[in-house]
């Protein structure tokens, strides 16, 4: 069956380091995958879609890199803020479908 | 992109009452979805809200415990009926914005608590 694997753990960097959060998947074969944001009793925010013909993508502090043979996705925030903690959900999408698997997400502590 | 509202953003219900969810969007869009997220679990897709129809509902999720209205193109809702404290979960509308690619944009959520 289809599998979307995010670390369950907690990661607790120091600010100003890098963080780098990793969403694997197996049975599926997603058109594009997406990246969200997710606080405490809020809903999800969208930060970035990367397609399955992309390698990389980036936007101010944040890269999305996408590996199809790996079945790997790694979202880095660099120069990490204590407002960057929160929890980052993973989701994919199949062409021609809106609606995306989620990852049960990782939370991220930013340490000052 | 769409700004979504939800009311109530939070309820405490007894078992066997039904409580319903409103979500009202600041635009016109096509595609509008409910999903449940239990306590440390990822999103669960219950049904996509269809205007002038009835709703989609995925896999374990039925039209008598989850009915949807969408009466127009910015406002759903969502009803769980005759309710348990397995229901206790937090409930978010999101849409699909024409012209924003593929991406998802989630209401606020409405907390649900069952005793």
């Known amino acids: 069956s289809q599998k979307i694997e995010q670390n369950s753990e907690a990661l607790n960097i120091q600010e100003g380091k890098t963080a780098t959060l990793t969403c694997n998947y197996t049975?599926?074969?997603?058109?594009?995958l997406q990246w969200y944001r997710q606080d405490p009793g809020r809903g999800p925010v969208f930060l970035l879609l990367i397609r399955e013909n992309e390698k990389e993508k980036r936007k101010e502090r944040l890269k999305v890199t996408f590996d199809t043979t790996l079945k790997q996705s790694l979202f880095h925030i660099t120069a990490s803020q204590p407002a960057d903690s929160a929890t980052y959900l993973c989701a994919l999408s199949s062409g021609g479908s809106y609606i995306p698997t989620f990852g049960r997400g990782t939370s991220l502590i930013v340490h000052p | 992109s769409a700004v979504i509202s939800q009311k109530p953003s939070r309820d405490i219900c007894q078992r066997g009452t039904s409580l319903t969810i409103q979500c009202q969007v600041d635009s016109q869009v096509t595609m509008m979805f409910w999903y449940r997220q239990q306590p440390g679990q990822s999103l669960t897709l219950i049904a996509t809200a269809n205007q002038g129809s009835e709703a989609t509902y995925e896999s374990g999720f039925v039209i008598d415990k989850f009915p949807i209205s969408r009466p127009n193109l910015t406002f759903s809702t969502l009803t769980v009926s005759n309710m348990s404290p397995e229901d206790s979960s937090i409930y978010l509308c999101?849409?699909?914005?024409?012209?924003?690619?593929?991406?998802?944009?989630f209401g606020p959520g409405t907390r649900l608590t069952v005793l």
């Open positions: 999101s849409v699909v914005v024409s012209g924003s690619g593929d991406t998802q944009y």
């Open positions: 049975n599926y074969s997603p058109a594009y």
